[in-house]
């Protein structure tokens, strides 16, 4: 097997696991949320570049009042794949003598083949809304390609929903409303993130907000522990490092306040719990810097390791120099 032929048999591979996982995500997605969220996978070789997405290959099962969706490219793409995985409510489809069709505002999905009790497979179409691009083109947004447009069919995005942004003083991509309509990020939840000092974040951030489960009762918490105003980035970050208002307060109670958001940051990466800093402190160690506690985690060195190490010093060091002299003893 040459190596073109390899990196395209692993690139297949890859692409079924993707297919997989997207397609129990989604499910597991719709289980906990009223939003249709959905998954989007792709992957390509040779340098192609996308193709039309417009048509393909659909399967589904039912689940509860919802039909699960896969649709993927047609196999006679050889060197481009993708696939999107969406549950959607079976009420919002009508029947027609070849299946069955979704219509919203952007536009509609039509899904031809074999449907038994909401369950099957085919080929599907995804037919735009000539209306709806040309309310999208008068409000300034363009590049409109296949993929972002079926992201936001697929999230219900709709003339209302642009507006809304715009009159909260956005000019949205058609990339920004991609990324909303894929993660299921509502009106609503934008106005509660503005409300709470987040008014001038992109709406790319704003996205990314909603993935990782920032809600605004997290940002008061911040901030009446005394993080006000942090940066978007960095709260993103707390989220994904599990950073709780909890471990926040501890530290404070412990006499660490008003740290360097980074540095808390960096605590959760390295495991730095409040337990472990308060073995150290107990030791009467007064002299200390918030990222002596994380060289203690990265060098595995804990409060009995300190305790010896000052029982062989005379004088009172610094966390620093203890740290050193543990690891050059």
Known sequence: MNSTNLIKTIGIILFIAMYAISF???????????????????????????????????????????????????????????????????????SNSSGVSLQ???????????????????????????????????????????????????????????SELASLGYNPTAKDLGKLASVGTDIDYIKSIREVGYRDMELNMMAKFYIHGVTPEYIKGLSQAGYSSVEPNMVKKFLIHDVTIKYINELNRMGLKNLDPNDIKKFAVHDVSTSFIKSILNLGIEDYRPKDFVKCKIHDIDANDLKKAIKQNDENLSLKDYIRYIKHS
């Open 24 to 94: 129990a995500q989604a499910k597991k997605d719709h289980k906990s949320s009223n939003q249709h969220h959905f998954q989007f996978s792709e992957f390509h070789w040779n340098g192609s570049s996308s193709p039309e997405m417009n048509k393909g290959f659909w399967t589904g099962v039912k689940d509860g009042n919802t039909i699960c969706l896969n649709m993927t490219s047609s196999p006679k793409v050889k060197d481009f794949k993708w696939q999107f995985s969406v549950c959607l409510p079976t009420n919002e489809f009508t």
């Open 104 to 162: 919203r505002e952007a536009g509609t999905l039509v899904l031809n083949g074999k449907i038994s009790d909401w369950e099957g497979m085919g080929k599907f179409e995804f037919i735009r809304s000539n209306d709806f691009m040309a309310y999208l083109d008068k409000q300034g947004i363009s590049d409109v390609d296949d993929r972002i447009m079926l992201k936001m069919f697929l999230g219900n995005v709709t003339k209302a929903y642009v």
